[in-house]
């Protein structure tokens, strides 16, 4: 710049490097987050639930629950990330802290890919802590589920940094939840399929390197695209309001 | 005078189907306070997150330092405080956190000062107590505590005075004078009755516009 003629100008390099801005980031959602805990639990009850009921409502029966089970954690957990993801950006977007996000001399995309990664954090990682407990109770063996909480470890970071694209594409809008189910599921497809398919492949007993090769490749594929998407989603959504 | 920190060419823009502004230009130079009017719907509030770079719906040329402002968008960001008409703070959070938190990406500030700066908006006394159990005042005045430590040198100023007392108004209008005084460059919006020796004009609603 040509920072000779403007003696004001403060050069960009005398300010915060883009790690510490990405923790500061992370470490304020966290801690919004743990002072509305209600918020947290939400996510965790609907997964809860979904999976007992399915016994009761479908079949109790041993046989049916061994063969589905990884199916049904798969579906509530991925409802489940959905439901919560319009708290993504909404309240940030609602009290004005999303604006001055934007508006830090920083990468957007990095600010967006931490506040991802909190949002993971807090709602997929307690999912894959839960599914141990839960995978029992629909008699899943140790080796299936194991497998499971691989594949949601791989898998729920995808389901966040996915459906953050949507929740930044829907942000002004008044009734965004239909319109981001819409949008984000068909997106979802592919990791369900991938991810079940694992659970199903190490039941028979086959290799399933490849199957976790393929939902890492995924979740590479969304660290390095997603947050690149995310952030011109949300200026254009910034724009609109 | 010195060089325009801000400049517009022929900004135009529309929203939802109608035209707010066009071949509005205008330069912002250090040491002025400039003021932008126009009744209710006239497009300040539009006007101000353009400036500030929220707002992508626009044409026309935006230059920064004599340069296009997406050269340097960075610095742009670096050097330019822009405070909204949604204050930014997180109900959840106490003052001095959300503090820390805006000040967090763009330079390093210890707390002392962060404390200095909310005792000086009048918040002393206050700084560890969740801001939804504060006022509507007093929330805007934690955003507002970012200008006593603000170093950037353009400022874009979306309806300060709202929901601030006499007091307060009296302090921000004698701050803002100080600033531009001190070289600073200030873009306000207010409905308030804001007076300051050699105030610039925007005015908006007309389509005309003069320095």
Known sequence: ?241 | MSEPLLQAVDLECERDERLLFQNLSFSIVPGTLTRVEGPNGSGKTTLLRILAGLNDAWSGDILWCGQPRGHDRESFHRNTLYLGHRPGIKPLLTPMENLRALMAGRRPVNDEVLAQALAGTGLAGYEHVPCRNLSAGQQRRVALARLLIADEPLWLLDEVFTAIDADGVQAIETLLKQRAAEGGAILVTTHHDLQVEGMGRITLGGGQCDE
Not at chain 1, 195 to 222: K, N
Request: a neutral charge; glycine letters at 8%; proline letters at 6%.
């Open chain 1, 1 to 241: 710049m040509n920072s000779s003629a403007h003696p004001l100008i403060k050069p960009v390099e005398q300010g915060v490097g883009p790690l510490s801005a990405m923790v500061a980031v992370f470490a304020r959602d966290v801690r919004v987050a743990f002072r509305q805990r209600q918020d947290l639990l939400n996510p965790l009850l609907f997964f809860v639930m979904v999976v007992t009921l399915f016994p009761l409502g479908v079949s109790p029966e041993i046989g049916f629950l061994k063969q589905s089970g990884a199916g049904i954690l798969w579906v509530a957990a991925l409802l489940s990330v959905l439901l919560s993801l319009d708290h993504l950006f909404r309240h940030d977007f609602d009290d004005g802290t999303l604006e001055q996000l934007v508006l830090q001399p920083q990468p957007l995309f990095l600010l967006i890919l931490a506040k991802t990664l909190a949002h993971w954090m807090l709602t997929g990682l307690p999912l894959v802590v839960l599914t141990p407990v839960l995978g029992v109770m629909v008699h899943l063996d140790g080796n299936s589920v194991a497998i499971l909480c691989l594949t949601l470890l791989i898998g729920t970071p995808v389901l966040s940094l996915i459906g953050s694209i949507g929740a930044a594409l829907t942000l002004g809008l008044r009734s965004a939840g239909v319109l981001l189910s819409l949008l984000i599921i068909p997106l979802y497809i592919p990791v369900l399929i991938f991810g079940t398919g694992t659970v199903a492949a190490a039941a028979e007993g086959a290799p399933v390197a490849g199957y976790l090769a393929l939902m890492g490749a995924f979740l590479v594929l969304a660290l390095t695209l997603a947050p690149f998407a995310s952030a011109a989603a949300l200026r254009i959504s910034m724009s609109n309001s």
